[in-house]
């Protein structure tokens, strides 16, 4: 078999060892067929329709675009392949014309004609111009429309399950999740669905559903009753694909992913893609929990999703006080601001008031504690805003456009528009194979170019680890002269990982500056300087990083300028923080006393007074804030040793 061999039923990839020259998921769907179906001429007409197209072909039916003249209008016709016609596939044909006949439900296709043409069943439908959610994916990657879409995918299976003939799907896929021209979702497909007898939703034999997506107690027979839980669990299956990228299990032939269906947990979803919520997260994974713990119905399915997204808590959670009102925050988001703005101004004010009416000694002790709490405060903003550029990054690197450029002609268009989308807030940005040579650059600065290789680069020779250690999670790199312009930037990378396997990395450069983001570091009005440290990188000719701190914002810093933080030395500071070594924790918050040194010497020229200075760590990131306000004239009384007390 050619390495380049696709399924004839659903054109995807095939592995060499294809049994039936089928994939595995339409080997399972059509029962183990012995042979490939023979793919025969597009006919002219059927039943009076005029053929114009295939729109595609599945496990026992294929669909075409047909037109009605009677009515003049196009519809999407489909039919039993030819050579199923004595099979039990035309039962199931003929059960689904049967069944969506009978449906008039919101998000569900339903039927505009049916008939048979020499023995062979066949049925007409709205023309789904939108494609399939398998051609989609791509554009329900954000966790917040996967989450809108699949509630609206989990109401349309409620109400199939509370219809009067209640009916199951058993076959819930991205392939069967339609969308028309207004990009609105149907559910389509009921070949295999199950409408319940008196006494419930009795087993049929046969091997049914798509294993990648089908419940544990639907693919083996002696796991009791089928249920609405049975579609949950396709539903669970299909979020997670969204989240993740990939279904929740996979395995080397349908024997093995349906051992791991059955026995293994899947991976959480935050290991693969971090801006997922812990919410959002606990919800894919109950949906997707043994058959008696799962959620029992679509519709409970569908409520958690909406309360995820409107930030209100999830019932399959407990949280504590705080995380009750961290959620309250975000659901009102204006007045928390308000709130918490005020408790920072009266905290503030209260320390200002008590230090003037205090001693000398005791104000400036006021005065650290408040310079601690200002450079924490400073630190978690710089960290929410890391945070922000690595979701942006990690999007990316999921985009097949922009895998697809690891292959682009190092000698033809470096800048090619499939960059352009990811670009703001970024100053440029690079795709690297996985050697570490460019194969596509866009940047702000038109005309610009890059040198050919970056694999000397901490942000490349990370991502590489990363895709080892937390596939599609990105890396804060250490600062670095940019080659370019001279400048001190700082990249974030994510690993390229199409079909699962390390290809190069997306990288997007930062060039720091006063305003970090959205989050502004120095207050000009204020009476304190904030500044953003980050280790440095070596340079392309250098054989190891530079062991300084080097600011990539402050006030004082002109254009090319470089300074570094010489004291406290950067082995103190290692020492008091300990070293950042594992980058799947990097945007963790740490819970670490911040330094405070008295009688700072700020080394940018034009900063040289004295100051009292507290230093925090950004996150596991490596980077540092230093948060500076200027000591009163007169002696010192009182010394803070760089190193906080154990």
């Known amino acids: 078999m050619s390495l380049d061999a696709t399924c004839p039923y659903c054109s995807e990839p095939l592995p060499p060892d294809a049994p039936a020259g089928m994939c595995p998921r339409c080997l399972f769907a059509a029962g183990a067929s012995p042979a490939p179906p023979a793919l025969p001429a597009l006919p002219a007409a059927i039943a009076g329709y005029a053929i114009r197209d295939v729109l595609g072909r599945g496990g026992f039916g294929v669909v075409y675009l047909a037109y009605q003249p009677q009515l003049e209008r196009e519809v999407a016709l489909k039919m039993l392949r030819y050579e199923l016609g004595d099979s039990g596939d035309a039962e199931r044909f003929r059960r689904e014309s049967a069944l969506l006949g009978k449906l008039e439900l919101p998000n569900v296709v339903r039927i505009l004609d049916a008939g048979i043409v020499d023995g062979h069943p066949y049925f007409t439908m709205p023309v789904m111009r939108g494609g399939t959610l398998r051609d989609r994916l791509a554009e329900f990657r954000s966790p917040q429309r996967a989450a809108a879409l699949m509630t609206v995918i989990a109401r349309a299976v409620h109400a199939l399950h509370q219809h009067p003939l209640r009916i199951l799907h058993r076959d819930l896929k991205p392939e069967n999740i339609l969308f028309d021209e207004r990009g609105t979702p149907y559910i389509s497909d009921l070949g295999i669905a199950k409408a319940a007898s008196q006494d419930g939703w009795t087993r049929g034999t046969g091997a049914l559903g798509c294993p990648s997506y089908v419940a ?12 609405p839980a049975a579609d949950v669990y396709s539903l669970g299956a299909m979020l997670y694909e969204l989240l993740t990228g990939r279904p929740p299990h996979s395995g080397a032939s349908v024997e093995d992913l349906l051992r791991r269906v059955a026995l293994e947990e899947p991976v959480p979803p935050r290991r693969i893609a971090p801006e997922v919520s812990r919410d959002l997260e606990t919800v894919c994974l109950h949906a997707l929990k043994r058959a008696n713990a799962r959620y029992s119905s679509a519709a409970e399915l569908a409520d958690e999703l909406e309360r995820v997204n409107e930030h209100r808590p999830i019932r399959a959670r407990r949280y504590t006080l705080l995380g009750r009102v961290l959620r309250w925050g975000r659901r009102h988001p204006v007045p928390a601001l308000a709130l918490l703005g005020a408790a920072v101004l009266g905290v503030w004010v209260l320390v200002l008031t008590r230090s003037l009416s205090s001693a000398r000694s005791e104000r400036l002790q006021r005065l650290a504690s408040a310079n601690v709490f200002t450079a924490s405060a400073q630190a978690g903003a710089a960290l929410f805003q890391l945070a922000e550029y690595a979701r942006q990054v990690e999007r990316a690197a999921r985009d097949p456009e922009v895998h697809a450029l690891v292959h682009n002609d190092p000698d033809g268009d470096l800048a090619p528009a499939a960059l352009a989308r990811h670009m703001p807030p970024f100053d440029s940005l690079l795709v690297l194979d996985a050697q570490g040579a460019s194969r596509a650059y866009a940047t702000q600065r038109p005309g610009s170019r890059v040198p050919p290789n970056f694999a000397f680069r901490d942000y490349f020779k990370q991502a590489s680890h990363v895709a080892e250690r937390c596939p599609g999670q990105a890396y804060v790199s250490r600062a670095f002269r940019s080659e370019e312009d001279g400048k001190i930037k700082f990249g974030i990378s994510a690993p390229l990982l199409p079909a699962g396997a390390w290809a190069g990395a997306f990288v997007a450069i930062i060039q720091a500056d006063s305003v970090f983001g959205e989050v502004m570091l120095s207050d000009p009005d204020g009476d304190h300087l904030t500044s953003l440290l980050g280790p440095r990188d070596r340079d392309r000719n250098e054989p190891l990083p530079s062991a300084d701190f080097t600011f990539l914002v402050h006030d004082g810093l002109r254009d090319r300028q470089e300074h570094v933080l010489r004291e406290p030395s950067p082995d103190v500071l290692r020492k008091a923080f ?28 034009g900063f040289d007074d004295r100051w009292l200075a507290t230093i925090a760590p950004v996150g596991q990131t490596g980077f540092l804030v230093v948060v500076q306000v200027r000591l009163p004239d007169g002696p010192i009384e009182r010394k803070i040793t760089p190193v906080p007390s154990k």
């Not at 594992?582 to 670490?592: F, G, M, N, S, Y």
């Open 578 to 605: 300990g070293e950042a070594r594992d980058p799947c924790d990097q945007l963790a918050l740490r819970k670490v006393q911040p330094v405070t040194v008295w009688d700072y010497r700020d080394p940018v020229p």
């Open 216 to 227: 544990p107690e639907q693919a083996f027979l002696d796991q009791g009753e089928l249920t």
